[in-house]
């Protein structure tokens, strides 16, 4: 999954006041390298997770699957639902979001329809 980040004072509804006094970073879809590449050179300061996802996307993001990532993929290739995942590997609707969100970042993709397609294209996943 790209991303980009943007400097702003302004929150979109349902987002909590910031914690600290200044100011807030968002992290949007479709960044081009280019544009993270000039933020970090800008000396722009990011949280840990923000600047590790950077980084990952400037490099390429061209690390292996987990076999938990494998294993969600596998099922979302199935048609199960975030919900119907959770169930079947116990674990939460949440954490399969999050190996999902990782798993978009690592293919470098925005969905899930994308990343089952660009996983069997490459491979990962074996086709119908």
Same mark, same amino acid.
Do not use: W, Y
């Given at each position: 999954? #790209?991303? /980009?980040? #943007? $400097? ?5 509804? !349902? &987002? ?10 968002? *992290?949007?879809?479709?960044? #081009?390298?280019?544009?993270?590449? /000039?933020?970090? $050179?800008? %000396?722009?300061?990011? /949280?840990? /997770? ?9 490099? %390429? %993001?061209? &690390?292996?699957? @987990?076999?938990?990532?494998?294993? *969600?993929?596998?099922?979302?290739? $199935? ?36 990343? *089952? @397609?660009?996983?069997? &294209? $490459?491979?990962?996943?074996? !086709?119908?």
């Amino acid at each position: 999954m #790209s991303s /980009s980040v #943007s $400097r702003t004072g302004a929150r979109s509804a !349902g &987002e909590s006041e910031p914690s600290n006094a200044g100011p807030s970073f968002r *992290v949007r879809p479709s960044i #081009s390298r280019c544009t993270a590449a /000039s933020g970090l $050179r800008a %000396g722009i300061s990011f /949280s840990p /997770s923000v600047a590790r996802r950077l980084v990952q996307q400037l490099r %390429g %993001g061209d &690390e292996r699957l @987990t076999a938990r990532e494998l294993e *969600v993929l596998a099922a979302v290739a $199935r048609g199960l639902s975030n919900a119907a995942v959770g169930r079947a590997l116990f674990i939460t609707e949440a954490t399969v979001k999050t190996h999902l969100l990782r798993v978009f970042t690592k293919l470098g993709v925005d969905d899930r329809t994308r990343a *089952v @397609t660009v996983a069997i &294209e $490459r491979g990962i996943l074996p !086709g119908a």
